[in-house]
């Protein structure tokens, strides 16, 4: 049995095998990941998976081209595939209904399972999404174009993803520098420039986003230099059955820089 925390459990999904994390017990939950260089499902929400799995069952699988999924050589990606995948893998899992969390590239595919499949969606959350059109910040600019160093990765950690820069430690650096040489030829195939059209691409049209009739939670750093803020006010406006709650002094990890707080939020509305 492998050490490494990354490492969950493997599902056959389509043309993929997905690496994913199946956690306590009750009404599932599944935990969708952002973009950045090096992620996976446990880099992303390893701080708030176990505190979650007191409550519900935790679903946090690697989309194909990250973490530990393996995909089939030559793959290319889009919301298509990734789309695929999610619902191949909830039926692998055997997971009829689920609720839904999304951070950044992950929400734009939670809308993506809502507006296409809304049978499977109970509640959807959605934390600093992408989903709507805006134009290509700087730090989702230099997100995408990461080309690999370790002083290139503690930059976009430091001053591009955390509020407070003292969160990030040298280690955690280095482990996710080393995580995205893993990944970064599929990585690097995903996003070139210009990247406005993968913004675009990732975006869904606002009759689609209306039709969304599952209740949904809006979650925002204020101060996200990645995904602004102007788009879940405009989520918020054009989804029925929708809150939102924004954190100050917050950036694009709302799930590590305020972790209690995001665990709170998301067990009060899933019930």
């Known amino acids: 049995m492998s050490t490494n925390p990354e490492i969950g459990r493997l599902a056959q999904t389509g043309a993929h095998i997905t690496n994913y994390h199946d956690l306590g017990e009750g009404a599932p939950l599944l935990l969708l990941h952002g973009s950045g260089p090096g992620v996976s499902a446990f880099a992303n929400w390893r701080l708030v998976m176990g505190p979650l799995a007191e409550r519900v069952r935790v679903l946090a699988p690697d989309f194909a081209g990250f973490g530990y999924t393996e995909s089939p050589a030559g793959q290319e990606f889009d919301q298509a595939v990734w789309l695929a995948q999610l619902v191949d893998f909830l039926d692998a899992v055997g997971v009829d209904r689920v609720s839904v969390v999304g951070n950044s590239f992950g929400g734009s595919m939670a809308l993506a399972l809502a507006i296409h499949h809304p049978e499977r969606v109970e509640k959807l959350i959605l934390m600093g999404a992408v989903g709507v059109p805006f134009e290509l910040t700087a730090g989702l600019d230099a997100v995408w174009g990461y080309e690999p160093s370790e002083e290139t990765m503690g930059r976009l950690m430091r001053e591009t993803f955390a509020y407070d820069p003292g969160l990030i430690t040298d280690d955690m650096v280095r482990g996710r520098y080393t995580a995205s ?79 209690g707080d995001f665990v709170r939020l998301v067990l009060d509305f899933v019930g």
């Open 181 to 259: 040489l893993r990944t970064q030829d599929a990585f690097a195939r995903m996003f070139p420039a210009p990247r406005q059209r993968w913004v675009d691409s990732m975006a869904h049209p606002d009759d689609a986003i209306r039709s969304i009739a599952a209740p949904t939670l809006l979650i925002h750093g204020r101060d996200d230099k990645v995904i602004p803020l102007d788009t879940s006010l405009r989520m918020l406006h054009l989804i029925d059955d929708a809150r939102l709650h924004v954190f100050g002094r917050c950036g694009h990890w709302t799930q590590i820089e305020y972790a």
